[in-house]
């Protein structure tokens, strides 16, 4: 597909990158030649230096044959981006994207902006992350979390403990339960889906996908130092007054949290105590251990740090780490700050720009595909495919089928009932196949599942 990208910040630049992965063509767009120069190192994707707002440069990157399939507008403004869609579906895009971060842009029911304008999907970064640290609050134990499947299907990453008995075994000895399976290793640097021989080490990233229930039951035999805690009731400091912060303090609200909302700027302070119900609102600096005591923020069961600065982010996480909360998360942008965080020993890290190409992903995905879940900062994938009449994988046991390296079937939803496949099962036309695979080899496993009849 020829997918344009307007905007080539951080969640431009990753978006465009992924999609490339996936044998996309992409153009990017921004006003900036320093910015797309940078994206030109990272991906291999076209460049246009231009205001997207003008038809004429949309014109220009529709290329010749005008065959674009999909727009996304992702700068920092709102405005910009709906009037980038708006234009776009005018001159031929049959879908275009807007991100927004304000929720007067994705609350409809006050003035839809989407319908009017032509506008397929406001995606939301803001949102959909807090979403993903509310996650964190519920299921504290997990490194990463998903639900699949309509909540019938789990995926849940976690440390394996040098004092678990899974460690320096092989896979095909553990012996775990039916309802469950390791999709996913990361080791240091190396990410890999494990066959049957693969060996476990103490600080290995493992990755559990299946039934909730019996995950629930073999986590504790990987991570020996997990904790059972309430659900519900907990408290919560929340460092950032912005769209993420602020949405992520009304889901808590809603789940009956305490939550505690701290930020520098008083304005926001000020918003954050006309939007949200119960929660404590702290004018101060989240980076100021002085005042984090004074706030006694040790006392809190979570920590969470989501500001707009990766630095004020991981340095406040750090300082309520040693202040003694209990579990401590940050929002990153870059990458490479992702082993920092896991270096100084807060516990979750969560990438605005992962979650919102785990949207475009499945957007732009071809055939019947659900969902798509980046994880390990998207070197794995995880993907909901409606398996299809006249695909390769269809009315044959796995083990006849001769599946990419570096990918399996994680798990198979047929009605009301899911399973874990094992070699002898047998997919049938309509099922929903939930495939693991690493990122350089989930093209092929897509082939494979989307040899349709449409």
């Avoid at 997918?3 to 996309?24: C, P």
């Avoid at 490194?143 to 040098?162: D, E, H, K, N």
């Avoid at 997990?226 to 460092?239: C, H, K, L, M």
């Avoid at 209990?326 to 990458?335: F, G, H, Q, S």
Wanted: one cysteine or more; aromatic letters at 4%; a negative charge.
């Amino acid at each position: 597909m020829h997918v344009i990208v307007v905007g080539a910040g951080t969640v431009g630049s990753n978006i465009a990158m992924h999609l490339a992965r996936e044998q996309h063509e992409v153009i990017v767009v921004d006003r900036d030649p320093a910015k797309l120069a940078d994206v030109e190192d990272h991906a291999d994707v076209q460049t246009l230096a231009g205001n997207a707002c003008d038809p004429a440069v949309l014109r220009r990157a529709m290329g010749e044959g005008g065959e674009t399939g999909l727009l996304l507008a992702v700068t920092e403004a709102d405005p910009t981006n709906l009037v980038i869609c708006y234009a776009a579906k005018r001159i031929g895009v049959p879908r275009v994207v807007a991100r927004v971060r304000h929720r007067y842009h994705v609350d409809t029911t006050v003035v839809n902006f989407r319908d009017p304008l032509g506008i397929d999907l406001l995606l939301s970064p803001e949102m959909l992350t807090a979403h993903e640290l509310s996650n964190f609050v519920e299921n504290p134990a997990a490194l990463a979390f998903a639900s699949l499947a309509q909540g019938r299907v789990q995926i849940r990453t976690v440390m394996l403990s040098p004092f678990s008995a899974m460690c320096l075994r092989a896979l095909k000895d553990l012996q775990l339960p039916q309802g469950v399976l390791v999709g996913a290793v990361r080791r240091g640097k190396e990410i890999f889906t494990p066959r049957g021989d693969a060996v476990l080490e103490a600080g290995d990233h493992v990755t559990l996908i299946g039934l909730p229930e019996v995950i629930d039951t073999v986590h504790p035999q990987f991570d020996t130092e997990q904790e059972t805690r309430p659900v519900g009731g907990q408290s919560v400091a929340i460092a950032g007054a912005g769209e993420t912060g602020l949405y992520l303090a009304e889901l808590l609200e809603s789940r009956r949290h305490k939550v505690t909302v701290i930020d520098m700027d008083r304005t926001r302070c000020e918003l954050a105590s006309e939007r949200l119900d119960r929660a404590v609102v702290l004018h101060g600096d989240c980076t100021n251990v002085q005042f984090l005591r004074e706030e006694q923020i040790g006392h809190m069961d979570y920590y969470i740090a989501a500001t707009g600065d990766d630095e004020s982010n991981v340095m406040s996480a750090l300082l309520a780490r040693e202040l003694k909360v209990d579990k401590t998360a940050c929002l990153i942008d870059r990458p490479d700050y992702a082993r920092v965080v896991e270096m100084v020993g807060i516990d979750v890290a969560i990438s605005p720009r992962i979650v919102a190409a785990n949207r475009i992903l499945t957007l732009v995905k071809q055939g019947r595909i659900r969902s798509v879940t980046l994880l390990e900062e998207g070197a794995i994938e995880v993907t909901e495919y409606q398996a299809l009449s006249k695909s390769a994988i269809v009315g044959r046991a796995l083990k006849e089928m001769e599946l990419p390296a570096g990918t399996l079937i994680g798990a198979v939803v047929r009605g009301q009932t899911v399973t874990i496949p094992r070699g002898d099962s047998i997919i049938r036309p309509g099922e929903i196949v939930i495939t693991v695979s690493e990122a350089a080899a989930s093209e092929g496993l897509s082939r494979l599942l989307q040899e349709a009849d449409e």
